[in-house]
Nanobody, 121 residues
Framework: QVQVEEFGGGSAQPGGSLRLSCTAS????????MGWHRQAPGNQRELVAG???????NYADSVKGRFTISRDNAKNTVYLQMNSLKVEDTAVYYC???????????????WGQGTQVTVSS
């Protein structure tokens, strides 16, 4: 069994910063890609940023230059540093981890429970 848990989030003013972290634990043989998605009320869930096991990253156009994703493979943890926050960044942020468990050749996607990020003045 694999658990994915997010930390951080909360409230910030426009122009401010927040940092999210997410840790995967449990039956992990290999942790492949990890990423952050978000969902605002009335909207579909969208990819914010992703990072491969080798560190290659990709970002949504809306957050490029403001958000930075990173990971610590030794800790099975991914981070999202969010700077220059905008009101439209308000959403529930979900962590996703692609995990290959011990004893299986197949990686599966696991989601965290989500953490609220609210940007308002």
């Amino acid at each position: 069994q694999v658990q994915v848990e997010e930390f951080g989030g909360g409230s910030a003013q426009p122009g401010g910063s927040l940092r999210l972290s997410c840790t995967a634990s449990g039956n992990i043989f290999r942790l492949n890609s990890m990423g952050w998605h978000r969902q605002a009320p009335g909207n579909q869930r969208e990819l914010v940023a992703g990072i491969a096991q080798d560190g290659a990253t990709n970002y949504a156009d809306s957050v490029k230059g403001r958000f930075t994703i990173s990971r610590d493979n030794a800790k099975n943890t991914v981070y999202l540093q969010m700077n220059s926050l905008k009101v439209e960044d308000t959403a529930v942020y979900y962590c996703n981890a692609a995990v290959r468990p011990r004893g299986s050749p197949v990686a599966r996607s696991h989601w965290g429970q989500g953490t609220q990020v609210t940007v308002s003045s």
